[in-house]
């Protein structure tokens, strides 16, 4: 009796998928046919020195930008060019540096809003109280966010993107103007949603980025220069030559 032939491998189908993706503006290369893939519940810092494209390409995937060229899939189906709302509705959750609250309401209340937008009320509640429990955030939870610190805001955001139940959520420069001690509990808490989340963050911060970080992708010149896991990529040569200023051949 002849053993059956097994069946091939199915292949998986990555999270998100950015194949040759390119944004000019004019005659200015700002992403140069870029390639990047993330899996399902994974972390993924892109990092580069200023100009370097990286904002450019984050803000193609939360629909800011229509690229110029090239694809953008998120489970399969192409999001590039695509408005904000839409990516979000897929299941893409996204938060930018400046916080987009509501400073007349409370903590829980903007966590609720954001919980409800497709949730039922009952549903919406207990999310909001799962969120702010695991954010560690319900000792602030009846004060209102105009009255809360910089840091606090944004861990508000971030608690309004986690009650949206996204399965990607996006961050942009998410220490930005915190101080050492805020910063050390944004990493944390990025780790603690990463547990159930893929997450992909844009950083310049490199202390941040060794505290968070798995694979890192560097961006230089519009390219990607560089992607490896976070040890590898600050040990290397061309890393430190392009935060230092100094040309570099990829």
Request: aromatic share 4%; proline share 4%.
């Amino acid at each position: 009796m002849t053993n059956p032939i097994p069946a091939p491998a199915r292949k998986l189908t990555p999270l998100l998928e950015a194949r040759d993706v390119t944004m000019k503006f004019g005659g200015v290369t700002a992403v140069d046919h870029v390639d990047l893939v993330l899996n399902e519940v994974e972390l993924r810092c892109l990092i580069g020195p200023n100009g370097a494209g990286k904002s450019t390409f984050f803000k193609m995937l939360t629909g800011q930008l229509r690229p110029s060229a090239g694809s953008i899939r998120f489970r399969g189906s192409e999001i590039g060019g695509s408005h904000a709302h839409e990516i979000a509705r897929r299941g893409v959750g996204i938060k930018t540096q400046v916080p987009n609250l509501f400073d007349g309401l409370s903590v829980r209340e903007n966590v609720f809003i954001a919980a409800a937008r497709r949730k039922s009320v009952a549903r919406a509640t207990a999310i909001v109280d799962e969120v702010l429990e695991r954010l560690h955030l319900t000792d602030v939870a009846g004060r209102e966010v105009g009255r809360l610190a910089h840091g606090q805001r944004q861990w508000v955001e971030l608690a309004t993107v986690l009650a949206q139940e996204p399965e990607l959520i996006l961050l942009d420069e998410p220490a930005a103007g915190m101080t050492k001690v805020e910063v050390e509990r944004t990493a944390q808490l990025i780790l603690e949603i990463n547990r159930t989340h893929a997450v992909v963050v844009v950083e310049h911060d490199m202390q941040f980025i060794r505290r968070i970080a798995k694979v890192v992708t560097v961006f230089y010149q519009g390219k990607i220069l560089v992607e490896d896991h976070v040890d590898r990529v600050l040990a290397d040569e061309r890393v430190r030559n392009v935060y230092l200023g100094n040309a570099v051949s990829a």
